[in-house]
């Protein structure tokens, strides 16, 4: 079922107020087979209501707004509807009932301006918010409907999943939607793409009855893949993203490090060190301690990582994990030998089966036409083995230490598999 999701509201156009309620609404919906195929954001104009519901209206077959029903005067949802919909506002005398009964339990009295939230267009079904004063409003029209919820996020939230969901769902005949996902590290989403056009060929030239689609989200150094089917028959869709997955596999098996939703690089490698009962320790310069950050953020991370040397100057290169001055005066702080040798310094320091160097230029400043602002050198390694390499990303300073410490981990999940 197309679906649209129109916000209402000057506070959310104008950037004053973070709109978090399309974000949780779409994906709710869609999680229960509706098809959100658009999105508006639009200001408490009763002309871009009206003539952005007309719009919607040609292209989807349900509507739901957010904002504008509270009571006072610049909340012009409700009167707006009444209009387009050429219907008066009449009193419900079962939300008047339910509101004057919520205002009693908190010891208040109802006053006139409260009392016009029970008012319903006469061609709208009106429906108890019970986590809040504003009702719900439903109205259908020509086959279609349009739902108002509050914009009020834990309200609008609550009647998104209790009443609008099950409601919809039975009113109308929803496909299925089932989302298949895959995430990837260490290659650009074109370069992806490349190796996966065989896939993607098949995908868009396929006759079933069913909608399918393989998306690419990327996100600095990891690109979701997302592999969708829309239609009737549930188990025809998941054999047929098993398919496709399977062979995403094939082409692209050694970039890929989950198929979980709620998962990170960091926890995988964690997830690794806890079955082989092994242990990490970090040694940073340009990275700062943001790997070590990315660790920590782990439930459950102090069964496998230790800790980190942030040798941000090269006197603690020297000192504390024991880089000869000699090497860093022939090489420079950022090179292959100094990344090694932060390696063996940080495994016998901290005592750990691996351990990961980071050494680079994050910008802005910094760089020269030898090393220009991005590059990195990486080492990985454990008391036998250590393996390096060096990249050149361009972005910003932030950016650039975040898709330098991802590159790390990747190094170090492939280097623990191996």
């Not at 609008?164 to 895959?182: G, Q, R």
């Not at 047929?240 to 926890?267: C, H, R, V």
């Not at 990315?294 to 006197?315: A, C």
Request: aromatic fraction near 8%.
């Amino acid at each position: 079922m197309k679906t649209a999701l129109l916000i209402i509201g000057d506070e959310i156009l104008n950037g004053n107020t973070l709109d978090t309620n399309s974000n949780f609404a779409a994906k709710k919906l869609n999680e229960n087979g509706f098809n959100i195929t658009t999105k508006i954001t639009i200001g408490d104009s009763k002309e871009q209501i009206l003539d952005t519901i007309a719009d919607l209206f040609n292209k989807v077959d349900f509507i739901i707004t957010t904002g504008g029903l509270g009571p006072t005067k610049d909340d012009i949802t409700k009167t707006t509807l009444a209009e387009y919909f050429n219907c008066e506002l009449v009193s419900n005398p079962e939300i008047l009932s339910y509101l004057e009964e919520r205002f009693a339990k908190m010891g208040r009295t109802l006053n006139d301006l409260n009392k016009t939230q029970a008012l319903i267009p006469t061609k709208a079904e009106g429906i108890i918010n019970p986590v809040g004063t504003a009702p719900v409003m439903w109205f259908n029209h020509n086959g279609k409907a349009l739902v108002t919820l509050p914009g009020v996020p834990k309200e609008m939230q609550y009647l998104i999943e209790n009443i609008v969901i099950p409601k919809a769902i039975e009113t109308f005949k929803v496909d299925e939607i089932i989302h298949s996902n895959l995430y990837t590290v260490g290659i650009p989403e074109s370069s992806l793409a490349e190796i996966l056009a065989p896939v993607d060929e098949e995908i868009l030239n396929q006759t079933s009855s069913n909608y399918y689609k393989l998306a690419y989200l990327p996100d600095f150094g990891i690109v979701k893949l997302r592999l969708s089917g829309i239609g009737k028959n549930k188990e025809e869709i998941q054999n047929q993203l098993l398919i496709w997955k399977d062979k995403i596999k094939t082409l692209a098996g050694q970039y890929i490090f989950s198929e979980e939703d709620k998962t990170n690089l960091s926890q995988i490698i964690g997830n690794q060190l806890i079955a082989l009962n092994k242990t990490v320790s970090t040694a940073e310069s340009c990275t700062g301690g943001y790997l070590a950050h990315l660790f920590t953020q782990n439930t459950g991370s102090s069964q496998y990582y230790y800790g980190s040397v942030i040798s941000y100057d090269n006197s603690v290169k020297e000192h504390i994990l024991n880089v000869p001055t000699q090497i860093l005066d022939e090489h420079g702080a950022v090179s292959k030998e100094v990344a090694e040798l932060m390696v063996k310094g940080a495994l016998s320091k901290l005592n750990t089966d691996y351990a990961i160097a980071t050494t680079g230029i994050a910008g802005p400043d910094g760089g020269s036409e030898v090393k220009p602002v991005g590059t990195i050198w990486i080492a990985v390694g454990d008391k036998n083995q250590i393996i390096s390499k060096s990249f050149r990303f361009n972005f910003t300073r932030t950016q650039n230490i975040h898709i330098f410490a991802i590159t790390a981990l990747d190094m170090l999940r492939k280097f623990i598999a191996q």
